[in-house]
């Protein structure tokens, strides 16, 4: 099988419009935190080597390397969310005549559901990351491509409230209300502040267009 990141934007559009179950929000949640570590990245690279903006060179490229970093796992994530969902698909089809077939399948569940829940965290994680990276691009970078800061903000904290819905789902299925409710509780700290957060750089980058 093809890695997805390996694939045609076309196609990845055909698959997700498809009847499988994978690639799906999941996927799609990692994809716009990507793309918005993407958008910081452009703004980093326009930025740099710009005379005007010397004083920030320095911060400007720190930032690009930590926005490269964030873009790996995010796209990473991509892949990761279609792996972990396929496994459960696999285990939702694992015999369930016997009382041992039963229990073996229902254990196996409880297993990657707990896999399926870290996944989204981690991508909510991800994403509130490139929020914040989003903010020092629009309060330094060229406001040529301010606009693009702008973007990655959108498109991170769409990315974050994305994988929160994954979240919650999985946690739905779960069992093991301790683990669901501690992810709940993780997830929630997550998303507090970050449409704040977005909201302003939002605002930052309006007021100078």
Do not use: W
């Amino acid at each position: 099988m093809i890695p997805v990141k390996e694939k045609s934007l076309q196609t990845f559009l055909d698959d997700l419009a498809s009847k499988s179950a994978t690639p799906g929000g999941g996927s799609v949640a990692a994809l716009l935190g990507a793309q918005a570590a993407a958008l910081v990245a452009m703004v980093c690279r326009l930025t740099i080597g710009k005379p005007a903006y010397a004083e920030v060179e320095d911060e400007m490229v720190a930032l690009l390397a930590k926005t490269e970093d964030l873009r790996a796992q995010l796209t990473a994530l991509i892949q990761a969310d279609i792996d972990v969902f396929n496994r459960l698909v696999a285990c939702y089809g694992m015999p369930k005549q016997s009382d041992a077939e039963k229990s073996a399948r229902s254990a196996a569940i409880q297993v990657v559901l707990k896999e399926a829940t870290q996944v989204p965290i981690d991508c909510a994680k991800a994403c509130k990351e490139a929020i914040l990276l989003s903010q020092i691009a629009a309060e330094k970078g060229s406001v040529g491509v301010i606009s693009d800061a702008g973007a990655a903000a959108m498109a991170a904290y769409g990315g974050l409230k994305t994988a929160a819905l994954n979240v919650h789902i999985n946690t739905g299925g779960l069992k093991d209300r301790t683990f669901a409710e501690a992810k709940t509780h993780e997830l929630e700290s997550l998303i507090a502040d970050a449409g704040s957060m977005a909201d302003q750089v939002y605002r930052l980058v309006q007021s100078k267009l």
